[in-house]
């Protein structure tokens, strides 16, 4: 009887979690969220056209000099920015329709540009300012560590905003608004769920990856000498590790959806 009753209590919590609210909002149109994977598919397509017509409109001499170098650049982030804002928009509309019919709106669309071209604008003058003070004011051999602790968690606070900042947009169609409630919503414990199992699938993949490694290493090369075996099989199991991270930010974006959603 205590069994059956701790059975019980067990799935009632499990179906009180994220985890499972997001799986089972999923499951209701499982083709939609393929239709993400489609658009971030698109999305690459898009930026990969756009790099070779720019390679072609823009000789390499054109940014040789600082005006063409600064034009190339502003002219990049406008129709990146525009790229980004239309695919994400209607992204955001595909995963907030699997428990409604699919409507897609650009009411507004404008001001998610605008907002887009200076938060990418500002984030990257800001990480250059960043990363310009630690190779400057710390010794070579502790530039990459200081790096990887200052700018990774600044990278990751920044994506969150942003990620939370879109989804209450598409509620409120309004910046100001949107703002506010994403700057609030990090009082929200729930919002670093999905940050804190991003990083324990990580850290299990690295050690089982890392122990793959070590017996190829230890059983194999240490008789054979296959070094181009050896970086084949770390290509393979770094783009697996890319591959799982993938999809797995594509399950935490339905997550935001679930807890952005009012």
Do not use: W
């Not at 397509?45 to 502003?74: C, E, H, R």
């Not at 502790?142 to 790096?147: E, H, N």
């Not at 905003?161 to 409120?172: A, D, E, G, H, K």
């Amino acid at each position: 009887m205590d069994e059956e009753k701790k059975k019980i209590t067990i799935k009632e919590r499990y179906s009180k979690t994220l985890c499972n609210q997001t799986v089972q909002y999923i499951r209701q149109k499982p083709s939609y969220f393929l239709l993400t994977i489609v658009y971030d598919i698109i999305f690459l397509l898009l930026l990969f056209v756009f790099n070779k017509l720019q390679s072609v409109i823009f000789p390499a001499q054109f940014a040789v000099s600082t005006f063409g170098f600064i034009t190339l650049l502003l002219i990049s982030l406008i129709i990146i920015t525009v790229i980004y804002t239309f695919t994400k928009l209607i992204l955001l509309q595909i995963i907030d329709s699997f428990e409604k019919k699919l409507e897609i709106s650009f009411k507004k669309s404008h001001l998610l540009a605008l907002f887009h071209f200076f938060f990418f604008g500002i984030s990257f003058l800001i990480f250059i300012f960043i990363n310009y003070i630690i190779e400057a004011a710390v010794k070579q051999q502790l530039i990459t560590i200081l790096q990887l602790i200052i700018l990774t968690p600044l990278f990751i606070l920044l994506g969150l905003f942003l990620q939370l900042m879109q989804n209450y947009f598409l509620q409120t169609r309004s910046i100001k608004q949107a703002m506010k409630d994403a700057f609030k919503a990090f009082g929200n414990s729930r919002i670093y769920v999905p940050l804190i199992y991003c990083f324990l699938i990580n850290f299990l993949l690295l050690i089982i990856l890392s122990i793959i490694l070590a017996i190829i290493n230890q059983f194999y090369l240490k008789d054979h000498q296959d070094y181009l075996l050896y970086m084949n099989v770390s290509v393979i199991l770094f783009s697996i590790l890319l591959i799982i991270n993938y999809l797995y930010f594509t399950f935490a974006r339905v997550s935001y959806n679930r807890i952005t959603n009012k």
